[in-house]
């Protein structure tokens, strides 16, 4: 098994072990035990969080993984990296200083009624933290060791979140008490992710600048850009949510969009480790590798991803009615609806593989600085008129059509740029099988408990779809991996 199925397997149980527990989190814990207004006081809290992240970071982590295979001896590569953690700190310090100088910036993010305004340390505390720990793996991902990292970015934070909300509900924390062990387990989580990163690789300092800053600085400036649109785009539906309706409307939006994510799941595994992979071949000028990576990981993401968009979608009203019953709150099930929308744009996501990558580690990067503040500047027009029109379900009609729009135009730019795009004929096989099997399941009703019709719907759809794939040959690497597992038996 290579280095990218290896991992991305690792990663994916990481990943799908964390979905586990923050969907025990999302549905049942934080609703039962805090209650809606408190979880999407929260949710909203740390949304806010990650859209100023990117102010921090400033797109170092991105350099490092573009510019590191680059280097042309290890004085350089620990150049880079000390650097790394020595930029953020010019941004850091000043912005800090502003937030709490300048009432204005506070008026920019909550309204005036918002209880969020109160809790402006842990919105500051948990993006500098996330910062630094972005930073950190990025040291790992060039040393393609993701495992440990994937597992502090995905695991632990679910298992803090639940060991949190049971000292709440036993009454050992109070609200604010939470908080606090919130940034503080934040915190443990860069000290852990700094030692490994050192354990694996520890730079000696020179004092002395990359021989290339100023291209380095170019870069972080497009990227860091690029990043903060795109954190935008991300949790902006969920800041505005918060604005425009009552805090627990973010609390049903976030159930729903948890539920969706559950597709990008394979995604966030692979790329941990291709994305690295990337940067090496266009540093390297390999076309055809690059070329071959994009096709893979599009190919497998879609086939992977496509099967759990099929299980989630056909088995939406019975997973609502396990919401209802783990829960005293009725109103979870007016987000059904955003269930399907998110879902597409995150199956059109994994669709197209590493293509993201392809472009933030070329020459044509400055691209995505457009993209991401058109899309992002675009997201914010229609997240006003959709929310104030159909209220929380408008901000994922309002994805939905910003995601799919500005994923073409990324496709447009690869293949005239490249001359290589992510899709083949099989691409479309894949799209047929998981249109075919949603149309043929997701009326089906087996008259039963919902765990039970969940359960038997979805062993049925996945033998069919897996069956199908595997006998048609819609990838290689999934034909061998499972001739692998019937060699072993």
């Not at 850091?92 to 918002?114: G, H, K, R």
């Not at 994937?150 to 604010?176: A, P």
């Not at 597709?263 to 690059?290: F, G, H, W, Y």
Request: proline fraction near 3%; charged fraction near 15%; charge should be positive.
């Amino acid at each position: 098994m290579g280095i990218i199925a290896r991992q991305t397997f690792y990663n994916v149980l990481s990943i799908l072990f964390a979905i586990a527990l923050g969907g025990a989190n999302t549905i049942v814990f934080y609703p039962r035990v805090m209650g809606p207004e408190f979880h999407g006081l929260v949710g909203a809290l740390l949304a806010n969080s990650n859209i100023i992240q990117p102010l921090f970071s400033y797109g170092i982590q991105f350099s490092v993984i573009k510019f590191y295979s680059a280097c042309k001896n290890k004085r350089d590569q620990d150049n880079l990296l000390i650097f790394s953690v020595v930029l953020p700190l010019f941004f850091i310090v000043p912005l800090t200083l502003m937030v709490y100088q300048f009432d204005f910036v506070l008026d920019y993010f909550f309204a005036d009624e918002s209880k969020a305004s109160d809790y402006l340390f842990l919105i500051l505390s948990v993006a500098i933290s996330t910062a630094y720990f972005e930073i950190f793996y990025s040291w790992l991902r060039i040393q393609k060791k993701t495992v440990f990292g994937n597992f502090l970015k995905e695991v632990y934070q679910r298992v803090m979140i639940t060991v949190l909300i049971t000292f709440y509900l036993v009454g050992w924390l109070d609200f604010d008490s939470f908080l606090y062990a919130l940034i503080a387990g934040y915190y443990l989580r860069l000290l852990l992710i700094l030692f490994y990163a050192l354990k694996i690789h520890t730079p000696k300092i020179h004092w002395e600048f990359p021989s290339n800053t100023k291209v380095l600085l170019r870069y972080c400036s497009y990227i860091f850009l690029t990043g903060f649109s795109a954190s935008i785009i991300l949790d902006l539906d969920k800041s505005m949510i918060k604005q425009y309706l009552a805090p627990e409307y973010v609390s049903f939006y976030m159930v729903a969009i948890f539920i969706a994510a559950v597709i990008d799941t394979p995604s966030r595994a692979m790329i941990q480790i291709v994305s690295p992979m990337v940067a090496e071949c266009l540093n390297s000028n390999n076309k055809r590798r690059l070329e071959e990576l994009l096709k893979k990981s599009s190919l497998n993401l879609l086939l992977i991803s496509g099967l759990i968009f099929v299980v989630i979608n056909v088995n939406l009203r019975d997973i609502y009615k396990l919401i209802e019953i783990l829960n005293t709150e009725r109103g979870y099930v007016a987000g059904l609806p955003i269930i399907l929308f998110i879902s597409i744009t995150k199956l059109f996501s994994a669709s197209l593989g590493c293509l993201n990558n392809i472009i933030t580690n070329s020459k044509h990067y400055r691209f995505l600085l457009i993209f991401s503040i058109a899309s992002a500047s675009t997201a914010i027009v229609l997240n006003i008129q959709f929310i104030t029109t159909y209220g929380f379900i408008g901000a994922a009609i309002a994805t939905l059509i910003v995601i799919t729009v500005f994923n073409i135009l990324k496709i447009l730019l690869v293949f005239y740029k490249f001359k290589i795009h992510p899709f083949g004929v099989k691409s479309v096989w894949i799209l047929v099988l998981v249109l075919a099997l949603y149309l043929m399941f997701k009326d089906a009703n087996l008259d039963s408990h919902p765990f039970i019709s969940l359960s038997l719907k979805s062993i049925i759809v996945g033998i069919l779809y897996l069956g199908i794939s595997y006998l048609t040959g819609l990838s290689t690497e999934f034909n061998d991996f499972i001739n692998r597992l019937i060699k072993k038996q």
